[in-house]
């Protein structure tokens, strides 16, 4: 079945850049999307990337996806205390429900 | 637009109740998806609704129904209730079914005493 793996956590400097990384199994997804979720809140959509796609930036956010290796990362410029948070990687294959990663928890250092 | 709106926000039932959740979603989006989070297992998907019928389904007891009426809402039921049935469930609204962007709502936190 699907599978979708990330690192639990990671730590960053405020400032600095911060990338998250996101491995998946399903070659036929079709969406590729990143979540943010704070505590006590549901999920935000932060950005998505369709499977023919290698790169899509959005302000700060840049996602990248390698297709032969089935991996996708986000990278968030300048990192400030308000993106600490837990993001999700999922993917989605035609009727198919989201399958998430565990999350990484991202840790703002001052 | 408003967004995904849940209710309840919070509920504490006991073993061998039942539940309902509510899920109403974005104004013109016609697809319902319910989703299960807990520290273990990390989010699961429950089913989604799509014009009044259930489209697709995950891994679940038939303890866990729901159903969709014609203005999009959604409700969720899972009868007798477990310990484990403890987690936050988010409903997630898209415009039309599969392909297109979930939008989630804030989540009913459901604790199971």
């Known amino acids: 079945g699907e599978d979708v793996e990330q690192s639990l956590f990671l730590s960053v400097r405020e400032g600095d850049s911060s990338v998250i990384n996101c491995t998946y199994t399903d070659s036929s997804s079709t969406y590729l999307y990143w979540y943010k979720q704070e505590p006590g809140a549901g999920l935000q959509l932060l950005t998505y990337?369709?499977?023919?796609?290698d790169m899509k930036q959005d302000q700060r956010l840049t996602v990248l996806l390698n297709k032969k290796d089935k991996h996708l990362s986000l990278r968030i410029a300048d990192t400030q205390t308000g993106d600490s948070a837990i993001y999700f990687c999922?993917?989605?294959?035609?009727?198919?429900?989201?399958?998430f990663g565990k999350g990484t928890h991202l840790i703002i250092q001052p | 637009k408003a967004g995904v709106t849940q209710t309840p926000r919070y509920l504490i039932k006991t073993r061998g109740q039942q539940v309902t959740l509510s899920c109403s979603p974005i104004?013109?989006?016609?697809?319902v998806s319910w989703y299960q989070q807990t520290p273990g297992q990390g989010l699961q998907f429950l089913f989604e609704?799509?014009?009044?019928?259930?489209?697709n389904k995950g891994n679940f007891p038939g303890r866990f129904s729901g159903r969709q009426f014609s203005n999009s809402r959604s409700e969720m039921n899972v009868s007798t209730l477990e310990l484990g049935d403890s987690a936050l469930y988010l409903c997630?609204?898209?415009?039309?079914?599969?392909?297109?962007?979930?939008?989630f709502g804030p989540g009913t936190r459901l604790t199971v005493l």
């Open positions: 997630a609204s898209s415009a039309r079914l599969a392909s297109d962007t979930q939008y």
């Open positions: 999922a993917e989605k294959e035609g009727a198919d429900g989201l399958t």
């Open positions: 609704y799509f014009s009044e019928t259930q489209r």
């Open positions: 990337i369709f499977s023919n796609m």
């Open positions: 104004s013109g989006h016609r697809s």
